[in-house]
C-alpha cells in the first residue's frame, strides 16, 4: 500500500526486534521461531513481557498483578482509544497508514478482533480485503502471512488442548 511509513522513535524493545530478524533472516518463520528467546537474550525478557513492559514504562498499563497469568490494568483509556480509532481509519482506507498499523491490521482478524476495528457489519467484508491488502507490496507483506499462519496455527492448537 502506497504511503506506508516507518517511525519507530528510539525503541530498544523494536531495535532489539530487528537485531534478532538480522540474525535469523531471511526466513520469516525462523525470526518468529526465535524472536522471545532473542528478546530475552537482548532484553532480559521475553516478546510478552518486553512489550508489557514498554507499555508500564509509557503509562499507559500497570504494573502486573496476579501469578502465573498475572494481568496489567489499562491505565490510560484515551492511548488505546487512539490506537482503536487509528486501526479502524486504516481498515475504513480513511487514512495513510504507517508501518506500525499496517504491522497490527492483518492481525486482527486472527486475533477475533475484526469487530472492534470494523464495528459496522456491514462494511467488516471490506475492511477485511484492505485489512488483507494493506503489506502488498512492501518488505512486510511476507511477515504479515506468516504471522497470520501462525496465529492461525496457535488458536487451532489451543481448541483442540481446550
Known amino acids: 500500500m502506497a504511503g506506508l511509513t516507518l517511525d519507530d522513535g528510539d525503541s530498544p524493545l523494536l531495535a532489539a526486534a530487528a537485531e534478532v530478524a538480522a540474525d535469523r533472516g531471511p526466513k520469516t518463520k525462523a525470526i518468529l521461531s526465535h524472536m522471545d528467546r532473542g528478546l530475552r537474550q537482548r532484553l532480559g525478557q521475553g516478546t510478552w513481557d518486553a512489550a508489557a513492559a514498554s507499555l508500564v514504562a509509557a503509562g499507559i498499563l500497570g504494573p502486573a498483578s496476579g501469578g502465573v497469568r498475572s494481568s496489567h490494568p489499562l491505565l490510560n483509556h484515551p492511548a488505546r ?7 479502524r481509519e486504516a481498515a475504513a482506507g480513511t487514512v495513510p497508514v504507517d508501518v506500525r498499523t499496517g504491522l497490527v491490521l492483518p492481525m486482527c482478524g486472527p ?22 491488502d494493506v503489506l502488498d507490496g512492501t518488505a512486510y507483506e511476507a511477515l504479515a502471512k506468516t504471522v497470520r499462519a501462525l496465529v492461525v496455527e496457535a488458536q487451532a492448537a489451543a481448541a483442540v488442548v481446550g
Open 111 to 132: 486475533a477475533s478482533l475484526l469487530e472492534v476495528v470494523a464495528p459496522a457489519r456491514a462494511g467488516r467484508r471490506a475492511a477485511r480485503s484492505r485489512i488483507d
Open 81 to 87: 482509544d487512539r490506537v482503536v480509532a487509528r486501526l
